[in-house]
């Protein structure tokens, strides 16, 4: 749930020389991180010029109620390695997907988001097995502290931010976007997308992409 965009040429820990970074939170690296987004805003300020927040994980809000049940499933002994077993279906997958409110609308869930997702996180042993991981640090409380504990490295970001939030998220609603307009220190433009869950680049692309490209363009100006 976050991006980043490097402020100077060079400046790998947020992209390749002269170009912008990119970091998400799972998915979004060879170690899914959570709280990737706020995490940069606060180890890295003077790298970063710009950020952006989407519906990330943030102070203790993670996982939430409906998210532990499927990973607590998931790390049950003799159970959890068949659950993983089962979500390399693809069907599965979408399922799970589906009934773990990750977005509003399933019908965005169709074959080619779910094939990118089954590639990403399940499609081999090393990338399963990074997702196993991945889940037990879910329910590992120093991860939830840590996340917690960033936050007055986030009053200290004074850079331009957008906060762009699904308004539709059971996991992480608007409230937490509020918050963190408050926390940050620099400029912050919130943006609310209605009708909209979680994944909201999976329901909204489109705008989300205009959304940020905009941003990206008004606080270079």
């Not at 068949?82 to 997958?93: D, E, G, H, K």
């Not at 090393?126 to 991981?133: D, L, M």
């Not at 502290?145 to 308004?167: A, N």
Request: with cysteine; proline share 8%; hydrophobic share 35%.
């Amino acid at each position: 749930g976050g991006g980043l965009v490097p402020s100077r040429p060079g400046d790998h820990g947020a992209g390749t020389a002269g170009r912008p970074g990119a970091g998400e939170g799972f998915g979004g690296g060879p170690r899914p991180r959570r709280g990737a987004g706020p995490n940069a805003g606060r180890r890295h300020p003077g790298r970063l010029d710009r950020l952006v927040l989407c519906n990330a994980e943030a102070y203790d809000n993670w996982p939430s109620a409906d998210e532990r049940l499927f990973v607590t499933v998931t790390r049950l002994p003799g159970i959890g390695p068949l659950v993983i077993r089962a979500y390399v279906s693809r069907p599965v997958l979408r399922l799970v997907l589906g009934l773990g409110k990750a977005v509003k609308h399933r019908k965005v869930l169709d074959d080619e988001l779910i094939d990118g997702y089954w590639r990403a996180n399940l499609s081999d042993a090393h990338r399963r097995a990074k997702t196993v991981r991945f889940l037990a640090g879910q329910l590992d409380p120093a991860n939830n502290r840590w996340t917690s504990e960033i936050v007055d490295g986030l009053r200290r970001f004074d850079h331009p931010t957008l906060v762009l939030w699904g308004t539709d998220d059971p996991h992480f609603g608007p409230r937490w976007a509020e918050r963190l307009r408050n926390d940050l220190a620099g400029p912050v433009g919130l943006e609310l997308l209605p009708d909209t869950g979680h994944l909201l680049m999976e329901e909204r692309p489109a705008e989300v992409a205009d959304r940020i490209q905009d941003f990206l363009a008004a606080a270079a100006s």
